[in-house]
């Protein structure tokens, strides 16, 4: 399972900002559904496949995010084609690749730490609402985290089923899976209250703002 | 919402995910029917309406980012976008209809009634949402877009069950959602 | 100094710790019992993962029910299952973890990472998955996280309990080189043997409380 999906490279756009690259790939998918030109779409598709190389990432990768997607993208063109004409089953083909390539292009230049970051800077104007920055960055990189850790213990299962001539049992997979992966839960959340972390940080602005002001004497006592 | 809340949501957008690496099953008709959106109803059926439409909202967030989770390896605001995108957003209220229900009928939870909630869910609610989507995409009628849909509640039944089954072995073993007074 | 005072703890209808007082401030103190004695719950109740149901819990003169960051900052705490302590996907992120929910500024976050990977032989694996790192590494990343905290006192709850041989020795050898105090909850006696003070439980009671080699023997005994 590609979760980790982030490829390391000193590369200009892996330095970019995560806000910016996000901001870019809304703006540029905004656009890319409403241009109609198929001349235009395949320049898109051009500059986006450009990118690959100016991020050092292999032309490999960007084929490997595009296989996917391969046979939606037939089945629309086959409408396209039926429908309207060729030039429309181009384009549906263009823009879906120039899309799904650019979103796959941030996801491999941007640690999921740093994309998180950037979500959470983006929704603290909603603090006030009783949203916390702090608990949606936090919530996001559990998720990915827990994602390995359920493949492992789908293994673990499988395996003991297998002892007992269980493994293609659904329910005998998923039940014992169910409850392990809620305790496991249970104990992350502990482990994560016992470093530290505080569930009600910034509930409210006027809280960050106490607490902005409280910062340089809680450094003073470390 | 405590810090183990914040896991359990986080938990179950991750099963999305997980569930997406199960091979989807064909229908004789020839309908695929994915493993995927028996998430929706866990989440609802087993952490109940806050926690579990928020679980189903996360994950749909990190699909929308561009993190490969969906069936078949697809991710990324293109697809969220796209014709189907209505039905994955769906999957939001449907996760929140659910648990909605299933805190309402806690106490006297049965087979039979666990079960009509999760249809209700699935096919209902989502639909509601799944079918008025690919119609305005697509730019084709309401009745046009409903009736190829049917083709899917077959298996939508299919999964509510095993969901079903899932979720009241784990309320036995493992309750998450408090008993009502 | 961590002070028990008069804890009961009860879940449910079940007591799991009853009327317990006690005062921890040796360097090295282990906590032996059976499973079910009430050590894991006593364990969680020195950094306030716990509150007692009743009496009072104090690190140092503060209560953990009523300022429980401080409390925390003090003392740290080592789960069994490392998988279920690293909450971030990648290395170095689980180690700022912390540092970030103390509120430290950015360049003392990276300053005091930077070292804990090189402290800690993290440094090659610092944008490694964790879920990729082998049993040992995934044990080492979950106490340099803790320990990156600065924390004076570390819990460990079952330190050994899932690990292989050569794992074993090598976190015990790690507890045994720590600076800071060190509270270990364990079934594995070969571990505790060096420590100041072992506190044996028994349905949710302290039954014996003294040095290991008068405390270890008449607990094996008591445990038949």
Not at chain 2, 24 to 36: D, F, R, S
Request: net charge positive.
């Amino acid at each position: 399972m590609s979760v980790g999906v982030y490829v390391h490279a000193d590369s200009v756009v892996h330095r970019l900002s995560p806000g910016i690259k996000l901001a870019a790939l809304f703006g540029f998918s905004t656009l890319i559904v409403l241009v109609r030109d198929v001349v235009a779409l395949a320049v898109a598709l051009g500059l986006v496949l450009m990118l690959f190389p100016l991020a050092r990432l292999p032309l490999s990768l960007a084929w490997r995010q595009w296989r996917p997607i391969l046979v939606v993208m037939a089945i629309l063109a086959a409408v396209q084609l039926f429908y309207s004409d060729w030039v429309g089953a181009v384009s549906v083909v263009l823009r879906l690749s120039a899309l799904v390539l650019l979103a796959a292009l941030v996801s491999l230049t941007t640690k999921a730490s740093d994309m998180i970051e950037a979500i959470s800077r983006a929704v603290r104007p909603l603090a006030y609402l009783g949203i916390s920055p702090t608990r949606i960055g936090l919530v996001i990189s559990l998720a990915l985290r827990f994602i390995p850790l359920i493949a492992e213990q789908l293994e673990e299962v499988k395996e003991a089923q297998r002892a007992r001539g269980l493994e293609r049992n659904v329910l005998a997979l998923t039940i014992p899976l169910m409850v392990r992966v809620l305790k496991m839960a249970t104990e992350i959340g502990d482990a994560i209250e016992a470093r530290s972390f505080d569930p009600d940080d910034a509930r409210r602005l006027s809280d960050l703002w106490r607490r902005r002001s409280e910062q340089p004497s809680e450094r003073n006592d470390h | 919402m405590s810090t183990r809340d914040l896991a359990y949501i986080a938990l179950f957008a991750a099963i999305m995910a997980a569930l997406a690496i199960f091979p989807p099953l064909m229908l004789p008709i020839g309908v695929p029917i994915t493993a995927q959106s028996m998430g929706p109803m866990l989440a609802g059926l087993i952490l109940g309406a806050r926690r579990g439409g928020l679980s189903i909202l996360l994950f749909v967030v990190l699909v929308a980012i561009g993190l490969p989770l969906l069936a078949g390896g697809r991710g990324g605001l293109g697809i969220v976008m796209g014709p189907t995108g209505g039905f994955i957003i769906g999957w939001i209220p449907a996760a929140f209809a659910i648990g909605w229900l299933t805190e309402r009928f806690w106490n006297g939870l049965n087979p039979i009634n666990a079960f009509l909630i999760a249809v209700f869910g699935s096919v209902v609610v989502s639909y509601a949402v799944g079918i008025p989507w690919t119609a305005a995409v697509a730019g084709i009628g309401l009745d046009q877009a409903f009736w190829p849909m049917l083709a899917f509640v077959p298996g939508d039944c299919l999964k509510a069950a095993v969901a079903v089954v899932v979720a009241l072995t784990v309320k036995r073993a493992y309750p998450l959602i408090p008993a009502r007074s | 100094m961590i002070e028990i005072r008069s804890v009961t703890q009860i879940f449910g209808e079940r007591t799991v710790l009853s009327d317990v007082s006690v005062s921890l401030d040796e360097r090295r103190i282990a906590i032996v019992g059976s499973n079910g004695s009430g050590k894991s719950t006593f364990a969680r109740l020195l950094n306030g993962l716990l509150l007692p149901s009743r009496g009072e819990v104090l690190v140092d003169g503060m209560s953990t029910a009523k300022d429980s960051k401080a409390v925390r900052r003090r003392v740290g705490f080592v789960f069994q299952n490392p998988d279920n302590q690293i909450v971030f996907p990648l290395v170095e992120e689980d180690l700022a973890f912390g540092l970030k929910n103390l509120k430290l500024p950015a360049e003392e976050v990276r300053a005091r990472v930077e070292a804990a990977l090189v402290q800690y032989g993290l440094a090659e694996l610092r944008t490694h998955p964790a879920h990729l790192l082998s049993g040992g590494q995934k044990q080492m990343l979950a106490l340099a996280s803790v320990l990156v905290m600065a924390p004076e006192i570390i819990v460990f709850d079952e330190p050994t309990t899932a690990l292989d041989h050569r794992n074993k020795r090598m976190i015990a050898d790690f507890i045994r080189g720590l600076k800071q105090r060190a509270i270990v909850v364990s079934h594995d006696l070969d571990l505790l043997r060096d420590f100041d003070r072992v506190l044996a439980f028994e349905a949710g009671r302290i039954v014996l409380d003294g040095a290991p080699e008068t405390v270890l023997p008449r607990y094996l005994e008591m445990m038949g």
